[in-house]
Every structure is written in structure tokens, then in C-alpha cells.
């Protein structure tokens, strides 16, 4: 007895006729930020635009000069670095808080680590001519030391300059203070605060 083969169709056709579907528009896809949780322990506290705008302009003359934000936290002073032209390709950013360091990711590279072991790590390695920080209150003195241990000219003409929000108690012998900032600056923190500019 004959098999009958199992791929072919005797009698049917190979191809029917498919009715096309009407073509509709579908709506436009909304984009929705999601909002920015910031928990106690990240010790985050958002600097104001108008505070991280001015903060910038301390910096100095824009050019090619690597910028660092330590503790890029929601991305305040990132923003203002770009929104007066700072290029986002001299930039980077360290924020130890992992779901603040994917958003910020968004706005360039992003090290996603402790500040104080990036630091450890980069000493000797890199020098940043800018430094633009807000860093933890509790800590900032082993912040800004960190800090200014990266800063150097890195082949500019330029002052390497740093530039940070601090507690109007952080004292150091290179500081200038340029703005003490209202106390209401910062609504989660009873802290006074200050802008402080470091060159070298």
C-alpha cells in the first residue's frame, strides 16, 4: 500500500486570498516621567535650578575642560552644566544611589558607586579641571577631600576650580564663600548652607 505524502496538498490551493485590514492611527504615545523617590538614606538633598544655575556660572569660562558631579543625586547641577552649554561628552557623573544612577544615565555616563571608592580608585589616574558638588551633609568633609584629591589642570591654562553647596560650618583654608543661601534653601534639612569655590 502507497503512503500517501505528507507534504503536498493534492487538490488545494497554496495560496487564499487574506483581506487586508483597514489601517488605523494609533495615538500618540505619551511619555510620563516617573517621579523621583528620594529616600532618607541616600541623604539627597535636591539643589534649587536658580542655586545650581549660579553655581555653574562660578565654574568659569565653559571649553573643553572634564567636569565631575561626585554625587549627581537627581541630576540638578548636570542639568545646569548642559543647559549653559557644557558638553555632556567632558562629563561624569557618580551617584551611589542605583535608581537615581539609571535616571542620570539618560544624561550621560553614570559611575553607579560610592563617591569615596571612585575616588580611591581614580587618584593619580584623572584629573577633572571642574568639579561641581553637593555633597552629604553628614559626610562632606571626606567628600570635598576626596574631591579636590581628582581636581588638577589636567594641561589647561585655567585655575582648576571646584565649586560646592556645603554647610555654612565646613571650613577650609583654600575656600572663598560666595553665597550664604537662605535657610529655607533646602526644606527636608535644617542646615545652613553655603556656595564655596576651591582653586588651584
Known sequence: MKRPRIYSRPDKPMQILVRRRERF??????????????????????TPGDVAARM???LGPQGDFLTLEPSAGTGQLVRALLASGHSRCELTMVERHRTLALALEKLGPCWNRCFLEYAEEARG??????????PP???????????????G??????????VALVPCAFEHPEAET???????????????????????
Open 25 to 46: 492611527d494609533a495615538p500618540a504615545v505619551t511619555e510620563i516621567a516617573q517621579p523621583v523617590v528620594v529616600d532618607r538614606a541616600t541623604e539627597c538633598h535636591v
Open 56 to 58: 555653574v556660572g562660578y
Open 125 to 134: 589616574r584623572i584629573e577633572f579641571p571642574r568639579i561641581i558638588m553637593n
Open 137 to 151: 551633609f553628614r559626610d562632606v568633609r571626606k567628600h570635598v577631600a576626596a574631591a579636590l584629591s581628582l581636581l
Open 153 to 162: 589642570r589636567g594641561g589647561h591654562g585655567e585655575p582648576a576650580t571646584l
Open 178 to 200: 560666595l553665597e550664604d543661601l537662605p535657610d529655607d534653601t533646602f526644606a527636608a534639612a535644617k542646615v545652613r548652607t553655603k556656595i564655596i569655590r576651591i582653586q588651584r
